[in-house]
């Protein structure tokens, strides 16, 4: 009986010594996934509660804009309560899209390109909101396109030019670089577009557009 405890206790012993010889760094293994265990579960906990926080201040957002005569000071003060608290939330950035497309269909072009270019900023980058970037980087360049800021426009959209994209993109893009009388950048831009669209009535705007192109070489 007592050779078998022995035999036992000898099983361990390397273990033991193992442990003995690493338990500062065991330990500290130990508290590293406690640390990261806890953090995570306290940031789920505050992003659920800031998304409710958020959501509600969006529903007020929301109904005051979507109302037929909107109380234009609600709707700045609400947006802003949303950007200055919970910017990153897609309450906030849904928000901005939403206040962005109203000013421009007032014609308030200014500050419609302001909010684009914030919505831009908030949404750059790999965790960001891709979908929310590219319509934001879009409108905001066919604003700056419409002030003849060419330049600043092809920049806000170069990130999707510079590789295949959506047929409208390319478009734009044409439409741009043909105002610079870029014609050869232009040209390659629609043909990539016609590439792109599948509707018959998209590819016939392009194609006249190419031809467009083709008169003014000859001229």
Known sequence: MDNNVYDNNMKFLPFLKFLEKNKRIIISILLI??????????????TKKNNAEASIIYTTFYDEISSENPDYAVVEETLNNLLNAYGSSGYAQIALLNKASLDARNNNFEESLNNFQKLVSITDGSNGN?????????????????ENKYDE????????????????????????LNKQNKIDLSLAQYNKALEKYNDETSKSIISMKIANLGKKVDK
């Open 33 to 46: 996934v406690v640390f990261i265990v806890s953090y995570t579960i306290i940031k789920n906990q505050l």
């Open 130 to 146: 891709k979908i929310y970037n590219k319509i934001a980087r879009v409108s905001a360049a066919r604003i700056l396109a419409s």
């Open 153 to 176: 426009a092809l920049d806000m959209i170069e990130k999707f030019t510079s590789e295949s994209t959506n047929g409208y993109i390319h478009e734009l893009t044409g439409d741009i």
